[in-house]
């Protein structure tokens, strides 16, 4: 597995240089004005709810002693776990409703790199409407299993010292998740939804390479919420379509070799 998760990090190399060759930025304005939007209101929301979920937990201190220390820690705590729900259902959202947007990116790039694998591998003709849904789908799918695996995690990880652990766990089952959202914008193109996610379970590593990044992108204060889809789904598309000509044997033409290793 850490082999390929190397293998997802690395393909966020030149992704830059990518976008601007074949002319991709026209395709993410949208997306990006969406992450843009669906980040500022995560934030309003965690200003605005905080102090209101810390006057209910306020509730259960009894005591006159320690009472404003204890509103003090659970209006903290409160922004904090607004903002953390918050993130996980902003990364889901953005991906859902950029669906359209970003399938087009993706066969591009599929065209790009390997123009006559549309003649060797399964195809399926999909409208914008039902990309929209298989996103939709695919994310309230990752939603639901990530909160179940995220919400012990967040409690065990309060634990001293070994908690350190669990948070890293966490950040690395955000990661899956992530990648794996942006790994189906290529795997919809070829594979039917069950498809789908058995490709990705056999290819974890990958999709936490493209999901540590894609993390980490979103700590870049303002910038990070607009670049990073493009450059997510740019890598993903090149390590997807790696590994599934891989998995199907594919022999890809001579000419078509040189184009890549160049």
Known sequence: MFKNIIKGLKAYADGFSLIGKLK????????????????????LAAYGLSDNLANLIDRLWIWDWGKETFHTVAEWTSGFAILLLGFILYKHLVMALSAPFMSPVSERIEEHFYPHARNH??????????????????????????????IPL??????????????????????????????????????????????????????????????????????????????????????????????????LPDAQKTQIES
Do not use: C
């Open 24 to 43: 991709l930025w026209q395709f993410f304005m949208v997306p990006m004005v969406i992450s843009f939007l669906i980040a500022g209101l995560v934030g």
């Open 121 to 150: 591998m399964k195809h399926r003709d999909t409208t914008n409407m039902e990309q929209l849904w298989r996103g939709i789908r695919i994310n309230v799918r990752n939603i639901l299993f990530e909160f179940a695996i995220m």
């Open 154 to 251: 967040l409690l065990l990880s309060l634990i001293p010292v070994v908690g350190i652990f669990f948070t890293v766990l966490a950040f690395i089952v955000q990661a899956y998740y992530a990648g794996f959202g942006n790994i189906d914008y290529t795997l919809e193109r070829h594979f039917t939804y069950d498809d789908s996610i058995e490709f990705v379970k056999r290819n974890r590593g990958i999709s936490i390479g493209i999901g540590i990044v894609f993390m980490a992108m979103l700590f870049i204060p303002v910038l990070g919420v607009i670049l990073v889809l493009p450059f997510s789904v740019t890598a993903a598309t090149r390590v997807t379509l790696e590994e599934m000509i891989k998995e199907e044997n594919l022999v």
